[in-house]
């Protein structure tokens, strides 16, 4: 079956730490991978997006991510984590089934200590 | 820029009772998605549309309905509501093609008693 996998649902990381969230996929096709953040008391929004290329990424506020057709992943990294990343993030997968459906992971909590 | 409105913010209901949960957009997007966001499960896919009449079932659609009469708005019912039910429905939108970004509304929360 289709979808998005997510295996930390929490993950706590030091300011100034480095940081990797994990997604992987499951789908027979090509992949159009995303993550999205939501901010405390916000709504849902764009970090970054993959299309069929260069496997490595560039996002917003120094997150980059890399896809791996191998291992069906599309893990989310930082170099120095703020406390403002403090935050839940998604892994996405759209996927044609007549239409493209968009399918989410079940998200990874944040949290940065100081 | 363009915004995705949802209305209510905030919607409780009785055990049975058919409630509707409302969205628009002004972005021109073709395609919209009605996803339901509970605690720990992230965001599940209820219905999506990919053009105006049109209706795709996602994986949670038993016990809703939805209809996209015009291309700006898609509403969502939930058909007999369960008691002690509580999640946030998201509304998003996106152009109909493979690898573009989904803009979400900031939800409803729904709340059974």
């Known amino acids: 079956a289709q979808s998005v996998t997510q295996p930390d649902a929490r993950v706590t990381v030091s300011e100034g730490a480095s940081l990797q969230l994990r997604c992987k996929y499951s789908?027979?096709?090509?992949?159009?991978l995303f993550w999205y953040v939501q901010y405390p008391r916000q709504g849902l929004q764009l970090l970054l997006k993959?299309?069929?290329?260069?496997?490595v990424v560039q996002g917003v506020n120094g997150f980059e991510a890399e896809f791996s057709k191998s291992n069906s992943s599309f893990h989310l990294r930082k170099a120095s984590v703020h406390w403002s990343d403090w935050a839940v993030y998604f892994c996405?997968?759209?996927?044609?089934?007549?239409?493209?459906?968009?399918?989410f992971g079940s998200g990874t909590r944040l949290l940065v200590s100081p | 820029g363009g915004i995705i409105t949802q209305t209510p913010k905030f919607l409780i209901g009785q055990e049975g009772q058919k409630l509707t949960l409302k969205c628009q957009q002004n972005?021109?997007?073709?395609?919209m998605y009605w996803y339901r966001q509970d605690s720990g499960k992230g965001l599940r896919l209820i219905y999506y549309s990919i053009t105006e009449n049109d209706l795709q079932k996602g994986d949670l659609s038993e016990g809703y309905d939805a209809s996209r009469e015009k291309k700006s708005s898609f509403s969502l019912t939930v058909t007999s509501a369960q008691k002690n039910e509580m999640a946030v429905f998201l509304c998003a939108s996106s152009r109909l093609v493979s690898a573009e970004t989904l803009y979400f509304g900031s939800g409803t929360r729904l709340t059974v008693l």
């Open positions: 993959y299309y069929p290329g260069d496997p």
């Open positions: 972005f021109n997007h073709d395609t």
């Open positions: 996405a997968v759209s996927m044609w089934t007549g239409g493209y459906k968009v399918v």
């Open positions: 789908y027979f096709g090509t992949p159009y």
